[in-house]
């Protein structure tokens, strides 16, 4: 199963709205066969990995890390696959919360006399898709802040810092993996330094500083087929996000310098007393040679 999340990983930033889904074929304690889910639109990882194990399929065990699809999209039911290959058992790290599967595809196979198993390193499988499940649960994207931040916590503007190279470096990467970048009017002026698309990925959302209904904002993103979004900005975008719970995780990377007067990112949340403020868990923290990267999520998001 470890094997199969790992090459899920390999399809990140590429089969969106489509989940990372890997797959392994064993038979007689030999892998015969292992795919994953490329890009949208092409196969999913248990087709490319039946394929490659052709006939030696029969009678193996497939462990991969989604519920099987069983209808058709893009391409043909995984179910329908998975059944005429003569695959005895199927090890799956989680159910697909998708309405269209859940738990429909665990069946369509249990009807067929497949063995199936569940719940194998399913805490790892949610996480690998997080994303994914978040949109499908509350049709919202996935929300990532990311913050370039000196020591006392003011915003890094191209005019006060060198800049770091690393945080340039992570910013390209996350752009790669998002489906769109929402900025503020204010930074989309300092884009042009940090944003490099390719194939018109990510989307770019320039929105007006003053714009408030930021759920009704995130709910037409999500319609748009937007299920993961980086934004970045001033505090009266950062603000209403967090303030509403509509923030998922958080990326502040500190550089080595204090400002002393600057701007702030974040304006008033709300918070009176210890217990209204702002939780991060799930902290990690990355020491960099211009910086640190500390990536955490707020506890009571949505
Ligand atoms: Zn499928």
């Not at 299920?227 to 900005?233: A, E, F, I, N």
Request: proline share 4%; hydrophobic share 40%.
């Amino acid at each position: 199963m470890r094997m199969a999340l790992n090459l899920a990983k390999k399809g990140l930033g590429k089969t969106s709205p489509n989940p990372m889904v890997g797959a392994v074929i064993v038979k007689n304690k030999k892998i015969a066969g292992k795919g994953f889910h490329k890009k949208y639109g092409r196969p999913h990882a248990e087709v490319d990995a039946l394929g490659k194990a052709g006939r030696k399929a029969y009678g193996a065990t497939l462990y991969v890390n989604l519920e099987p699809c069983c209808f058709y999209g893009k391409t043909p039911p995984c179910t329908e696959a998975i059944i005429k290959s003569g695959i005895k058992k199927v090890v799956c790290a989680t159910y697909d919360p998708n309405s269209k599967v859940r738990g429909k595809g665990i069946k369509k196979l249990m009807e067929k006399k497949i063995e199936v198993k569940m719940g194998i390193l399913e805490k790892e499988a949610k996480k690998l898709n997080e994303v994914y499940f978040k949109f499908i649960r509350h049709k919202l994207p996935f929300v990532n802040l990311l913050l370039n931040l000196s020591l006392d916590g003011k915003i890094v503007s191209p005019r006060r810092s060198s800049g770091s190279f690393e945080f340039q470096r992570f910013l390209k990467k996350l752009n790669t993996e998002v489906d769109g970048v929402l900025v503020d009017s204010n930074e989309a002026k300092n884009l042009i330094w940090f944003f490099k698309r390719e194939k018109g990925k990510p989307r770019l959302f320039i929105v007006d500083k003053q714009k408030k209904d930021v759920i009704n904002l995130l709910h037409n993103l999500a319609k748009d087929n937007i299920l993961s979004l980086l934004v970045r900005g001033g505090k009266e975008i950062l603000t209403p996000l967090l303030k509403n719970k509509l923030v998922d995780k958080i990326y502040l990377f500190f550089t080595f310098e204090i400002f002393g007067k600057g701007e702030q990112p974040f304006g008033e949340l709300g918070v009176f007393q210890v217990s209204d403020s702002v939780y991060l868990e799930g902290i990690r923290v990355k020491k960099l040679s211009d910086g640190f990267l500390l990536s955490g999520y707020p506890v009571g998001r949505r």
